[in-house]
C-alpha cells in the first residue's frame, strides 16, 4: 500500500484509538503503566491487538493488512513469533480511487459507507503459546449501548480543543480514558468525545496510530474485550482529528462470536 494511502487510512478513517485527553485534565491522569493491560499486543510499527487465548491474538484487519508479512509481534515486551494470519473473508480494503475523490471533495459519505460494511477483525496465531501472560476474555453480550468503556492505546494523543495533528506521532505513551457506547449494533459500536460538561471524569476520544486496541467493558469486577478500535469521522470535527465531538466506531465482537469460535477450534 502507498505511504500516503497508509497514512490518510489511519488518520482520516481508520482513526485508530489512541488516547485523545479532556483539554482541562491532567495528561498524567490518562498514562498507566504496561501492568494496566498485560495482554495488549503491540504490532510492527504501530497498532495493536490483544491476546483473547494462548496462542491467539486478535487486531483490526486493517491494522495488519497494509504490511506485507509479519513475522513476530510484541506481547509483554517480549517478542513472540507469528504462525499464521486469518483475516476476515468480509474485510473490505478501499479503493485509492474512492479514498482519492474523498480527499478531493472532502465527502466522505461514500467512503464511511464502504468501511460500515466490512468486517475489520483478524487474528493471528502465535508459534508458541504464551504462558506467562493471561488472555483476556470476550464480551461476548450484546448490550454495549449506554455501558462505560475503557479504551488503552499508544498512540497519536492530544486534546479535545486543538486534537492532533497528522503528523504526530503514531506510538507515545500507554494511556487509557473512558467513554460511553452512544450506539451499537451490527459489527459497530461507537461513542463520541464529549465537551467537558458533559464527559466522564476521565473521557477520551480516538487518535491514530492504535488500531485494533482493546475497548473493554467491566461486568462483574472483570473488565472484558467487547471491541477492537477501528476508524472515527473526521468529519464530526472540521478536518481536525482528536476534537470534541469526534465519533469513533468500534469493531463489536459480540457480533463475531462465531467467527473466532471456527477459527480457533479449526486451529487446534
Given at each position: 500500500?502507498?505511504?500516503?494511502?497508509?497514512?490518510?487510512?489511519?488518520?482520516?478513517?481508520?482513526?485508530?484509538?489512541?488516547?485523545?485527553?479532556?483539554?482541562?485534565?491532567?495528561?498524567?491522569?490518562?498514562?498507566?503503566?504496561?501492568?494496566?493491560?498485560?495482554?495488549?499486543?503491540?504490532?510492527?510499527?504501530?497498532?495493536?491487538?490483544?491476546?483473547?487465548?494462548?496462542?491467539?491474538?486478535?487486531?483490526?484487519?486493517?491494522?495488519?493488512?497494509?504490511?506485507?508479512?509479519?513475522?513476530?509481534?510484541?506481547?509483554?515486551?517480549?517478542?513472540?513469533?507469528?504462525?499464521?494470519?486469518?483475516?476476515?473473508?468480509?474485510?473490505?480494503?478501499?479503493?485509492?480511487?474512492?479514498?482519492?475523490?474523498?480527499?478531493?471533495?472532502?465527502?466522505?459519505?461514500?467512503?464511511?459507507?464502504?468501511?460500515?460494511?466490512?468486517?475489520?477483525?483478524?487474528?493471528?496465531?502465535?508459534?508458541?503459546?504464551?504462558?506467562?501472560?493471561?488472555?483476556?476474555?470476550?464480551?461476548?453480550?450484546?448490550?454495549?449501548?449506554?455501558?462505560?468503556?475503557?479504551?488503552?492505546?499508544?498512540?497519536?494523543?492530544?486534546?479535545?480543543?486543538?486534537?492532533?495533528?497528522?503528523?504526530?506521532?503514531?506510538?507515545?505513551?500507554?494511556?487509557?480514558?473512558?467513554?460511553?457506547?452512544?450506539?451499537a449494533d451490527g459489527?459497530?459500536?461507537?461513542?463520541?468525545?464529549?465537551?467537558?460538561?458533559?464527559?466522564?471524569?476521565?473521557?477520551?476520544?480516538?487518535?491514530?496510530?492504535?488500531?485494533?486496541?482493546?475497548?473493554?467493558?467491566?461486568?462483574?469486577?472483570?473488565?472484558?474485550?467487547?471491541?477492537?478500535?477501528?476508524?472515527?469521522?473526521?468529519?464530526?470535527?472540521?478536518?481536525?482529528?482528536?476534537?470534541?465531538?469526534?465519533?469513533?466506531?468500534?469493531?463489536?465482537?459480540?457480533?463475531?462470536?462465531?467467527?473466532?469460535?471456527?477459527i480457533i477450534s479449526?486451529?487446534?
Open positions: 500500500m502507498p505511504r500516503i494511502l497508509f497514512f490518510t487510512l489511519l488518520v482520516v478513517s481508520f482513526s485508530a484509538s489512541a488516547i485523545v485527553i479532556r483539554h482541562d485534565v491532567d495528561d498524567s491522569k490518562y498514562r498507566v503503566q504496561a501492568t494496566e493491560f498485560p495482554a495488549l499486543a503491540d504490532m510492527p510499527g504501530e497498532g495493536h491487538g490483544v491476546l483473547i487465548a494462548p496462542q491467539w491474538v486478535i487486531t483490526a484487519a486493517h491494522a495488519i493488512s497494509w504490511q506485507s508479512e509479519i513475522k513476530q509481534i510484541m506481547v509483554g515486551g517480549i517478542a513472540r513469533a507469528v504462525e499464521r494470519i486469518e483475516i476476515h473473508s468480509g474485510y473490505k480494503a478501499p479503493p485509492q480511487q474512492l479514498l482519492q475523490q474523498a480527499l478531493a471533495t472532502w465527502d466522505w459519505t461514500l467512503f464511511r459507507a464502504l468501511l460500515a460494511s466490512s468486517d475489520d477483525i483478524a487474528l493471528l496465531k502465535l508459534a508458541q503459546p504464551i504462558t506467562d501472560i493471561p488472555p483476556v476474555a470476550i464480551y461476548n453480550s450484546n448490550n454495549e449501548f449506554g455501558q462505560t468503556v475503557k479504551v488503552i492505546g499508544k498512540g497519536a494523543t492530544g486534546n479535545g480543543v486543538g486534537g492532533y495533528e497528522f503528523s504526530s506521532s503514531h506510538r507515545t505513551e500507554l494511556r487509557r480514558a473512558y467513554n460511553t457506547v452512544s450506539s459489527r459497530w459500536f461507537c461513542y463520541v468525545f464529549d465537551n467537558p460538561a458533559d464527559a466522564l471524569p476521565l473521557e477520551g476520544g480516538s487518535g491514530s496510530g492504535d488500531s485494533g486496541g482493546p475497548v473493554l467493558i467491566e461486568a462483574e469486577q472483570e473488565w472484558l474485550l467487547a471491541g477492537l478500535t477501528s476508524w472515527s469521522d473526521l468529519q464530526s470535527t472540521n478536518r481536525t482529528p482528536g476534537r470534541y465531538g469526534q465519533v469513533s466506531c468500534n469493531v463489536r465482537l459480540s457480533h463475531y462470536q462465531q467467527w473466532i469460535e471456527s479449526a486451529q487446534l
